[in-house]
């Protein structure tokens, strides 16, 4: 499969997302969602270019993570149960789906154990489907001023997952909610100076989410599948 030109393709794609927004492309990094291909597609992916890989279940990363040498970065994607936790820091250079009081004290026990810090995404529910996982975006002040008791537990941004459409553009006022969340927490001080990042947008909707602020989209089915 040739990676190296899906990967120009999608690249095309947010720098013309970038133009419509009057932002850098520069400003926005692909996140490859590795969890439907194996090792040898992974190494090719890695060849082709692509350096952050995100992966949903540590049971399906763990070969590659044992295989993969090459310096790139792990994203950790998918829910995250707490009796996971130990095996998941450490290894992953960003975890996207930090949810819940319960599992950030975990985090925070666990990393204070192995002497690390773990950078996080705190995972907002905007569309507040009952299907989704993450806090209201009316909890999150809150959250972030407990998690401040946690040192271990570096808040670097925000994860949203938008309602599943055949309309791209329905996704928009999701991402665009996350975006101002995340601007008014950083403008009234609820949040680290350091929690500026937007994980948003997949395969069907990220030119949107780049048009309303992503800077990390998760691109998993445009892009590894046949």
Not at 95 to 111: G, N, P, T, V, Y
Not at 139 to 148: G, N, P
Not at 171 to 195: I, M, N, Q, Y
């Amino acid at each position: 499969m040739d990676y190296r030109n899906r990967l120009t393709e999608i690249e095309g794609r947010i720098a013309a997302a970038c133009a419509r927004a009057g932002r850098d492309p520069q400003e926005v990094r692909i996140v490859a969602v590795t969890k439907y291909v194996g090792v040898p597609e992974t190494e090719a992916l890695i060849v082709a270019g692509q350096t952050d890989l995100g992966e949903n279940r540590l049971q399906v990363a763990q070969p590659k993570l044992d295989a993969i040498t090459a310096d790139v970065r792990w994203h950790y994607i998918g829910s995250l149960q707490t009796n996971k936790v130990k095996d998941v820091i450490g290894r992953f250079a960003l975890l996207h789906s930090l949810d819940r009081l319960s599992l950030a004290k975990e985090i925070q026990k666990r990393a204070l154990q192995q002497g690390i810090t773990v950078p996080c995404l705190v995972q907002v529910n905007v569309s507040g489907e009952a299907s989704k996982s993450g806090l209201a975006p009316d909890e999150v002040a809150s959250f972030l001023k407990q998690v401040r008791e946690m040192p271990q537990v570096n808040v670097r941004g925000y994860m949203t997952m938008a309602p599943l459409t055949d309309d791209p553009a329905a996704t928009r006022d999701v991402f665009r909610g996350l975006r101002e969340l995340r601007d008014k927490l950083l403008a009234d001080g609820s949040a680290p100076e350091t929690a500026v990042e937007l994980s948003m947008g997949m395969s069907g909707d990220f030119e949107v989410a780049v048009e309303e602020g992503a800077t990390l989209v998760r691109i998993g089915s445009l892009l590894v599948k046949p």
